[in-house]
Structure formats: structure tokens, C-alpha cells
Nanobody, 125 residues
């Protein structure tokens, strides 16, 4: 099993930056890819970004437009989502997710069996 715990969310102003963390524990040695999604009440989860767990290819949702970066600290078993130029439309619960098999559609939440509990990000106008 894999356990994921997000942290770093909070209330920030329009234009601010924020870094989310995802602590990964358990049987992580065969994780293939990890990702960030976000969800607004009443809407489906939206793909934010993903990365191959051993480094390399990353992908971002179209709305990111160069504002976010995804990275991993292997020693600390933590994945990060660095966000800048936040706006009220970025208000959501942010989740990290992981998969142990190669992911076909990286933007599909169905591809990821392991999820954290989420961390709330609120951007005030």
C-alpha cells in the first residue's frame, strides 16, 4: 500500500505563491508516476500536473500556463507543487495521487489508485 499526505494549503491573496507538499510512504518502490489534481465542490477532479516518479517527463493541465512546477525530493519521499500567480479560479482542494503501473491518460483520475486526503487552497480577490 501507498499512503499520501498533502500539506501546505491555505488562504492567500490574488497573485500570491504557494507550495504544496505530498509526503509519500509505504510500499513506494514501484511507483511509476505521481500527480496533482484539484477539485471544486460540485465539479469533477481536474488534472493539474504529473511526473514520472524516477524523474523525467512532466505534464501540466492547460490552465496552468507556466505558473506551476512539479518536483520531487527523493530523500524526503516528498512531491511538491510550486504555484505562483495564483488567482481566485485556483481555489480548490488539491490532491496528490500515485500509480504503480504505466499510466495511459495521465489526466484521468481513474488511472491513479492511491490518493491523499487533500489540502484546501483558497485565493482571495
Amino acid at each position: 500500500q501507498v499512503q499520501l499526505v498533502e500539506s501546505g494549503g491555505g488562504l492567500v491573496e490574488d497573485g500570491a505563491s504557494l507550495r504544496l507538499s505530498c509526503a509519500v510512504s509505504g510500499d513506494i518502490f514501484d511507483i511509476k508516476t505521481a500527480a496533482w489534481f484539484r477539485q471544486v465542490p460540485g465539479k469533477e477532479r481536474e488534472f493539474v500536473a504529473n511526473m514520472k516518479w524516477n524523474g523525467g517527463l512532466v505534464n501540466f493541465g492547460d490552465f496552468v500556463k507556466g505558473r506551476f512546477a512539479i518536483s520531487r525530493d527523493a530523500a524526503k519521499r516528498t512531491m511538491f507543487l510550486q504555484m505562483r500567480d495564483l488567482n481566485p479560479d485556483d481555489t480548490a482542494v488539491y490532491f496528490c495521487a500515485a500509480a504503480k503501473v504505466p499510466v495511459g491518460d495521465v489526466a484521468s483520475e481513474d488511472q491513479y489508485p492511491y490518493w491523499g486526503q487533500g489540502t484546501q487552497v483558497t485565493v482571495s480577490s
